[in-house]
């Protein structure tokens, strides 16, 4: 049987901009906030937990829109489901709590963002802006 994992990514949406976190590290390499769930949480319950415990936001899961879900198998034969949500509440006075991980959190262009996320975060930033802005705009 495969081990599953499950993690929530939190899409969050100023215009054309989006809010990644940059990792330490010596390559620029982005995340989008949020974590791996608890044995006893909703996808929604984790991401409003992670996104606290990174960046100090207070999201409730009517902030929240689901957009969708992607499943990989790992190389130690684990399932793992990432759970993408949206939110286009207005955040403000981000600040990195978490800094063994993160340098800073950054609101940037999308199309900037992508060549510094990893492919699942990359075709769903691509997927969210290319197929829901047409709708608004």
Same mark, same amino acid.
């Given at each position: ?5 499950? !993690?929530?990514? #939190? ?5 054309? *901009?989006?809010?990644?976190? &940059?990792?330490?590290? =010596?390559? /620029?390499? $982005? ?29 409730? !899961?009517?902030? #929240? ?5 992607? *499943?990989?198998?790992?190389? &130690?034969?684990?399932? =793992?489901? /990432?759970? $993408? ?53």
């Amino acid at each position: 049987m495969l081990n599953k994992i499950d !993690k929530s990514r #939190l899409i969050a949406v100023k215009k054309d *901009k989006i809010l990644v976190l &940059e990792k330490i590290g =010596i390559k /620029k390499k $982005y995340s989008l906030a949020g974590g791996v769930k608890k044995k006893k949480e909703t996808d929604y319950q984790s991401l409003i937990r992670e996104t606290f415990e990174e960046i100090g936001l207070e999201l409730k !899961k009517k902030d #929240l829109t689901y957009f969708l879900s992607r *499943k990989n198998t790992n190389k &130690e034969r684990q399932e =793992i489901y /990432k759970h $993408y949500f949206i939110t286009i509440k207005p955040v403000k006075n981000i600040e990195v709590l978490e800094l063994h991980k993160f340098k800073k959190a950054l609101w940037i262009p999308w199309y900037d963002a992508l060549e510094y996320l990893d492919k699942d975060d990359r075709s769903t930033i691509t997927l969210y802006f290319d197929q829901f802005r047409k709708q608004i705009n």
